[in-house]
């Protein structure tokens, strides 16, 4: 290590020494950001794609425009929302950022619901029919605890994206841990970029982890993952 | 008791899977529907709790046409066994036997002696397997839950859809032998579907041999082996008839008209209901052509040779 290098690194740590509690309020912005995004994004998604299972024409509709929403790039689907949400005098802050967050994670959420459900064994949906449960009953006895890891999976992928995404938010004033490193870049702190960087990816490691932990739980043992 | 009246269901525009087939499974009988693949067997039996949709015809379960019930009550009060046991992965043993009855709303305890009752009536430890999960059992294991989770509501019907069909040859025979033993004691209307004419003799009390859709011959097994309707029942029982009929009968059958020969001290034993095909296999294997038969109680009650058997056959058919 160089004397450069070895300067930065002081730098990040005196930087999270002098600054913990702003890191905190931004982490707990970021947080609440992507947390309500994919709390919504998870209440449209999952029944949708457990509903595209009964419809297979709209079914790869949807996938289709789920895909292209991911296909743009996020700085660019945030600036679309500036516009749109200004009509309505939301232009900048929370609300166009969540809106972009929900798309984003729908594509995960609603393919691996779809997939998991196309996927139950036929021979189970046909006893859980046979001997007389409802629709209902069957979705929520059978098919779904039988795909928990599958579905699970579409969210975690859906979760650490957006804590990824979520950065862009700052540029339209919503916030979050996006501060650090726009301002960072803005003023030239470096220290102050890479103690953003750090801190979303030690943020999308534990929500990764703690999400597999609640899988863990919720997943019967009966399921092989 | 199940009537199917003039059923015919037809794909498309003109595809007929089953073409005004007729005919009643009486209580406590088992009815084997029997065939080979494509002939509508499978059809015919989920027409009863309404997974298939009839086209023609109406099907009577205990007098009261199927089609005026509420779908889902209907088959709450009809046991399901497929072949691959249909067993739900994410629940227990435990969870698995009772959730006709949880459906059902019954209250813990009356489910809790439900499932004693069937884990004692297959033979399996009650508190060994309650909390353990279907992929932990053995096939033969699963396929006894499959069937007990079906008789869970006590349902005075039964649908079962080549129930035995995945297990190997020896678990198969002794999952029948299981299942006969039980049927003894607890009498329900089964319908059966196999395609497999060594089952369908075993199981079945009649037999509705299906092709294309229509029925062949609805008859007793020993009537099918007998006398078969036409060319294909004749084709389908085979060539082998006399000695499958062999199978229908019991060492009992010749007793019970006093043709046994003499008691003798033989080498091989075998009792009064064995049947006629294993009771000739050990008169073949054994030294002397003949073997020594006992009844219940061990006690010898005369023996049993080659021209024994094949007097008994040859009156049948004559």
């Known amino acids: 290590m160089n ?36 709390i919504v994004a998870i209440l449209i998604g999952v029944p949708l794609g457990i509903y595209l299972t009964t419809n297979d024409s709209l079914a790869g509709t949807v996938l289709n425009i789920a895909s292209v929403i991911m296909t ?36 995960p959420i609603i393919r691996n619901t779809y997939t998991a459900i ?31 890891p599958v579905i699970m999976a579409g969210i975690r992928t859906a979760v650490v994206l957006n804590i990824g995404i979520g950065v862009i938010a700052a540029f339209i004033g919503a916030g979050g841990l996006g501060i650090l490193i726009q301002q960072g870049i803005t003023r030239g702190h470096q220290d102050m970029v890479i103690a953003g960087a750090i801190t979303i990816s030690v943020l999308g490691i534990s929500a990764d982890l703690f999400l597999r932990l609640l899988q863990r739980i919720f997943t019967s043992k009966g399921v092989s993952s | 008791m199940i009537e199917y009246k003039d059923i015919t269901k037809v794909y498309g525009e003109d595809v007929k899977a089953v073409d005004d087939v007729s005919f009643t499974v009486e209580d406590g009988e088992i009815v084997v529907l029997l065939g080979p693949s494509g002939c509508g067997k499978t059809t015919l039996l989920r027409m009863v709790n309404r997974l298939e949709s009839i086209t023609e015809g109406d099907i009577l379960l205990d007098g009261k046409s199927t089609s005026n019930l509420n779908e889902i009550e209907l088959r709450r009060g009809i046991g399901y066994v497929i072949q691959s046991n249909g067993l739900f992965p994410n629940m227990t043993i435990e969870q698995n036997v009772t959730i006709v009855p949880h459906l059902l709303g019954w209250d813990k305890q009356k489910k809790e002696e439900r499932y004693q009752k069937l884990m004692k009536l297959v033979g399996l430890d009650v508190e060994d397997f309650r909390k353990r999960f279907p992929h932990e059992l053995s096939g033969g294991q699963q396929q006894r839950i499959g069937v007990i989770r079906a008789l869970a509501a006590d349902p005075p019907a039964m649908l079962m859809d080549e129930p035995f069909g995945a297990l190997d040859p020896i678990i198969r025979e002794k999952v029948q032998d299981e299942f006969l033993a039980i ?46 309707a036409n060319e294909f029942v004749t084709q389908f029982v085979g060539q082998d008839r006399t000695i499958k009929s062999l199978s229908i009968h019991m060492v009992n059958d010749i007793y019970s008209q006093n043709k046994l020969k003499e008691n003798k001290k033989l080498a091989k034993q ?28 061990n006690e010898t009650v005369g023996s049993l040779d080659f021209d024994g058997i094949n007097q008994f056959i040859s009156e049948l058919t004559s």
């Not at chain 1, 036929?122 to 069957?138: H, K, N, V, Y």
């Not at chain 2, 209307?189 to 037999?207: P, R, W």
């Open chain 2, 270 to 297: 075998v009792s009064l209901n064995t049947n006629l095909r294993d009771a000739l296999g050990a008169i073949l294997e054994s030294k002397e052509q003949a073997v020594t038969v006992v009844n219940g109680q």
């Open chain 1, 72 to 107: 743009i790039p996020s700085i660019a689907l945030f600036g679309l929302m500036v516009p749109i949400f200004s009509l309505i005098n939301q232009g900048i802050g929370f609300l166009p950022a969540f809106i972009a967050l929900i798309l984003y994670s729908q594509l």
């Open chain 1, 3 to 38: 004397n450069n290098d070895e300067n930065t690194l002081l730098q990040v740590i005196e930087y999270f020494q002098e600054n913990m509690d702003f890191i905190l309020e931004l982490t707990a912005e970021h947080v609440n950001l992507v947390g309500l995004a994919i």
């Open chain 1, 118 to 148: 196309n996927n139950v064994d036929p021979e189970i949906r046909d006893a859980a029919i046979g001997i007389g449960m409802s629709t209902t009953q069957r979705i929520f006895r059978v098919e779904i605890p039988n795909t928990i």
């Open chain 2, 183 to 228: 049927q003894k004691e607890l009498h329900k209307t089964i319908l059966f579907v196999s395609h497999d004419i060594n089952e369908a003799i075993k199981m079945g009390d009649k037999i509705a041999l299906m092709k294309d859709g229509q029925l062949m011959q609805y008859d007793t097994p020993a009537n099918i082996l007998q006398n078969p």
